[in-house]
T-cell receptor, first 114, second 114 residues
């Protein structure tokens, strides 16, 4: 069956370090992958989109990689700050005439300590 | 734009009662999604509308759940009768309908069924 796995354990890092979050998937051929940020009590907020023919995308302190051979995406936050503490969700989408329907992973909670 | 609007923000009801959740998508968006989020199951897609037409309702748990989108600016998710296991946060999201388009989430409705 299709599965999207993110580390369910919280990731604790020190301010200023680089945080790296992992999204692995099986039995899936996504055309694109998105990352969202979710703060407690709020809905997810879109951060980045990467398509299957792209290896890497950057936006300010954020970097996403997409390896369709390994079936994995890595999400990096450089020079992390306490304000980056949140849950980060990856989501996969296909081009099968389903518009922009997404399947979400379970999310990883990031805690950045000052 | 005010973003995606959901009401009510909180709902507490007794088992067996009917519950109706409401959503107003962002103006101009032609795709609308209803999700349910719990600690155990994460963020699950319940139903997806495109141009007010239900495209995929395979995530709707059972016949107790129904969703409608009578026009481009309004959607409802109804649970009748409600059960304690329906307790969750329900999110509505809207987007433009092309593959890869980002989804904009509402603040969610926290439903508690006692």
């Amino acid at each position: 069956s299709q599965k999207i796995e993110q580390n369910s354990e919280a990731l604790n890092i020190q301010e200023g370090k680089t945080a790296t979050l992992t999204c692995n998937y099986t039995n899936y051929s996504p055309a694109y992958l998105q990352w969202y940020r979710q703060d407690p009590g709020r809905g997810p907020v879109f951060l980045l989109l990467i398509r299957e023919n792209e290896k890497e995308k950057r936006k300010e302190r954020l970097k996403v990689t997409f390896d369709t051979t390994l079936k994995q995406s890595l999400f990096h936050i450089t020079a992390s700050q306490p304000a980056d503490s949140a849950t980060y969700l990856c989501a996969l989408g296909t081009n099968n005439n389903a518009g922009n329907m997404l399947t979400f992973g379970g999310g990883t909670r990031l805690m950045v300590k000052p | 734009d005010a973003g995606v609007i959901q009401s009510p923000r909180h709902e507490v009801t007794e088992m067996g009662q009917e519950v109706t959740l409401r959503c107003k998508p962002i103006s101009g968006h032609n795709s609308l999604f209803w999700y349910r989020q719990t600690m155990m199951r994460g963020l699950e897609l319940l139903i997806y509308f495109n141009n007010n037409v239900p495209i995929d309702d395979s995530g709707m748990p059972e016949d107790r759940f129904s969703a409608k989108m009578p026009n481009a600016s309004f959607s409802t998710l109804k649970i009748q009768p409600s059960e304690p296991r329906d307790s969750a946060v329900y999110f509505c999201a809207s987007s433009l309908g092309y593959p890869g388009a980002e989804q904009y989430f509402g603040p969610g409705t926290r439903l508690t069924v006692t």
